[in-house]
């Protein structure tokens, strides 16, 4: 099992930038895929980015695209998430996730350790 922390999380106003970083703990985070994932009030857990273990393929929701940056850093057992060009519409709580396999999958059902979450608040 891995711990994850988020943290990076603020309030910004509409077209400013965020870096969200997740730190992990446990020896098993370089090989799996790691996710980040948002949730706003009264909505669903829906899919931002996601990363292979090796940092080698990207996968972003189209709604991200262009915008949104991820990375990791297994060295230091962290991924990250650049934010840049925020709306309105990227505030929610913002959770990083560990993957089931090595695979940059959008589906959340493919992660089995999550963080705890942090707060993004854009203002328009």
């Known amino acids: 099992q891995v711990q994850l922390v988020e943290s990076g999380g603020g309030l910004v106003q509409a077209g400013g930038s965020l870096r969200l970083s997740c730190a992990a703990s446990?020896?098993?985070?370089?090989?799996?895929?790691m996710g980040w994932f948002r949730q706003a009030p009264g909505k669903e857990r829906e899919f931002v980015a996601a990363?292979?273990?090796?940092?080698?393929?990207?996968n972003y929701d189209g709604s991200v695209k262009g915008r949104f940056t991820i990375s990791r850093d297994n060295a230091k057992n962290t991924v990250y998430l650049q934010m840049n060009s925020l709306k309105p519409e990227d505030t929610a709580v913002y959770y990083c996730a560990r993957g089931r396999s090595t695979v940059p999958s959008p589906d959340r059902y493919q992660y089995g350790d999550w963080g705890q979450g942090t707060q993004v608040t854009v203002s328009s």
């Open positions: 446990g020896r098993s985070f370089s090989a799996f895929a």
């Open positions: 990363i292979s273990w090796s940092g080698g393929n990207t």
